[in-house]
């Protein structure tokens, strides 16, 4: 009788519950149950709905409970990085967590690294700087005042005398007695009860010592935020208990499944299901981002790495994912939300046909929540496009992108890389795949479009065999 492993895989746009087992050393999967997500705009704060969230996931493992019964064993999840919900002493959600594409981040960066270096800041977290990262998260909530964050209780708003981001964290009563999970975190919370920070997923925050892979505690205490905040690191693989007995009841499933902290980014699960090439590869994770690097055993922190925007982000094995952030098929998405179809193979057809198209900086910020997006490519090229012209500009600009950043990445690599591996959702796009071909100079291949779902069963059955060997 084959062990199930249950996939739960959370992207910015969609959730699903996957079913995976091992059959001849290759994970099988089954999709149990799809279902939507979406940001939510109160006031003038955008979130995401975290109680729909955890509910289609029950709803998820319910129909997994009633199709697998007693064969499933363990449950992992994976997730965006960043974005965090926070748990108060009597073990409440505080509000619903924030999304990273709200604005109350901007111009946070330039205002934190006007009195600190850039260089000496990476040299020990080897993050790329970005306003979404958790770091300028958590200093714009330390900034604003209750009434700018009414998501907040008064037990975690800040004294008005403590409002600069230098002042040490002795002075500073922000968020006194809470505890930050982040999204996969705070998953598994409600689901067990288990309180930790996921190794990978903390490494997203710009708040971890890549070196030490630990909390920065010297950068915690610089920002003036309370150290009891962040909770105890937790690496890939950990059993964080069983499920909880109501959500046994609820669902259906034993009493007995366990969850493991999986490689909790999606990235860091994703990378698990690489396989390994002879020539040096590289690799997109492709999806609303594209995340591009390589696999590597130590962090790269010079300051060649810090200006060329590349990341040290945790992965499973005790590896280091370095890789660069890439504006993905986001802009696409958000077209066809305008346009209000998903047949992209018409949408790829009439780009095809375009030509001498202009480009854009798909990681400009003009592009990360506009009203229109359409209209913001209008106004960042000078004119009005067609369909297909709109299309073909965004796919030409992001393999400009990827030729940029491989040019980068090979400055820092003993080899350049040779071939790009693509995996995710964004693989089955077949026009972008060869405009990277042809922009790069690179062999492009595809793998699988559920990477992250069959690294996130890796993680578990692996961790299975460790276990109860």
């Known amino acids: 009788m084959k062990e199930i492993y249950l996939a739960c895989d959370f992207g910015g746009g969609s959730g699903r519950v996957m079913a995976g087992w091992l059959e001849s050393g290759k994970v099988c999967l089954e999709e149990v149950y799809r279902f939507a997500n979406r940001q939510i705009k109160l006031g003038n704060t955008l979130y ?223 990378v698990m299901s690489i396989p390994e090439f002879e020539e040096p590869t590289a690799y997109i994770s492709s999806g609303t981002w594209s995340l591009l690097g390589v696999t590597v055993d130590e962090p790269i922190l010079t300051p060649e790495a810090c200006d060329a925007g590349f990341t040290n982000e945790g992965g499973a094995n005790g590896k280091i994912t370095f890789l660069s952030n890439i504006t993905g098929l986001w802009i696409l998405q958000q077209l066809a939300k305008e346009w209000q179809t998903n047949d992209w193979a018409a949408l790829t057809s009439e780009a095809r046909k375009a030509t001498n198209v202009p480009l854009i900086d798909v990681d400009d910020s003009t592009f990360t929540a506009p009203e229109s997006m359409q ?34 990445l090979n400055k820092m690599l003993p080899h350049p890389v040779r071939r790009l591996h693509i995996i995710g959702g964004g693989s089955q796009n077949t026009l972008l795949n060869e405009l990277t071909a042809k922009t790069t100079g690179l062999t492009v291949s595809t793998g699988d479009v559920e990477a992250t ?14 276990l109860f060997a």
């Open 453 to 466: 779902a069959i690294g996130n069963i890796l993680c578990q059955h692996n961790s299975k065999q460790t």
């Open 48 to 270: 995401w709905d975290f109680p729909a969230l955890f509910q289609d996931m029950k709803d998820g493992l319910r129909m997994a409970a009633a199709q697998y019964g007693d064969r499933i064993v363990s449950i992992g999840i994976d997730t965006w990085g960043v974005d965090f919900g926070l748990i108060d002493r009597h073990g409440h959600l505080l509000g619903l967590p924030i999304c990273y594409r709200d604005t109350r981040t901007q111009g946070l960066p330039e205002q934190y690294f006007g009195t600190r270096d850039r260089h000496e800041h990476y040299r020990h977290n080897g993050t790329q700087v970005m306003e979404i990262n958790t770091l300028f998260q958590l200093l714009a909530m330390k900034e604003a005042s209750l009434p700018k964050e009414p998501s907040l209780p008064k037990e975690a708003s800040l004294p008005s005398e403590a409002k600069e981001l230098s002042l040490p964290s002795e002075s500073i009563t922000f968020l006194s007695g809470t505890k930050l999970l982040f999204m996969p975190d705070l998953f598994r919370y409600f689901l067990t009860g288990h309180i930790a920070n996921e190794y990978t997923i903390a490494s997203t925050s710009e708040l971890l010592n890549a070196s030490t892979r630990n909390w920065d505690w010297d950068l915690i205490d610089d920002t003036g935020l309370p150290r009891s905040l962040f909770q105890p690191i937790v690496m890939p693989g950990t059993d964080c208990g069983t499920i909880l007995p109501d959500i046994a009841d609820e669902t259906g499933l034993s009493k007995e499944v366990k969850v493991i902290a999986v490689a909790s980014h999606d990235t860091a699960s994703a």
């Open 375 to 408: 209209r913001a490519i209008f106004e960042a090229v000078g004119r009005e496009l067609t369909r297909g012209e709109t299309v073909r500009c965004v796919l030409e600009s992001l393999a400009h992108r990827y030729a940029t950043a491989i040019r980068n």
